[in-house]
């Protein structure tokens, strides 16, 4: 079993910064995809970011591409999401995934690709 525990979320003003991070349990995790997902009010939870296992690649929402970048540091057993300029259509709660199964060459994209999930962390962004 795998748990995840995101950390960074806020309050932070239109134009801002934050960095999400998120601490995996688990000896595997150089094993496994992540992913960034986010949900609004009344919205489904949505993809933002993804990492392949060997950090090699990545792939963004066009809604996020040239504004977040994700990362992992391994030997923390932790992935980063970096929010820069930040909108307030970006206010949601952000939940950080893992993949469990197989390896993949490309990063995942969809709810149903990852199999395990954070608690989820609050981001507010003011206008």
């Known amino acids: 079993q795998v748990q995840l525990i995101e950390s960074g979320g806020g309050l932070v003003q239109a134009g801002g910064s934050l960095r999400l991070s998120c601490a995996a349990s688990?000896?595997?995790?150089?094993?496994?995809?992540m992913g960034w997902f986010r949900q609004a009010p009344g919205k489904e939870r949505e993809f933002v970011a993804g990492?392949?296992?060997?950090?090699?690649?990545?792939h963004y929402a066009d809604s996020v591409k040239g504004r977040f970048t994700i990362s992992r540091d391994d030997a923390k057993n932790t992935v980063y999401l970096q929010m820069n300029s930040l909108k307030p259509e970006d206010t949601a709660v952000y939940y950080c995934?893992?993949?469990?199964?197989?390896?993949?060459?490309?990063?995942?994209?969809?709810?149903?690709?990852?199999?395990?999930w954070g608690q989820g962390t609050q981001v507010t962004v003011s206008s």
């Open positions: 990492i392949t296992w060997s950090g090699g690649l990545t």
């Open positions: 688990g000896r595997t995790f150089t094993s496994y995809a």
């Open positions: 995934a893992a993949r469990g199964r197989g390896y993949g060459v490309v990063p995942f994209t969809t709810t149903h690709d990852y199999d395990y």
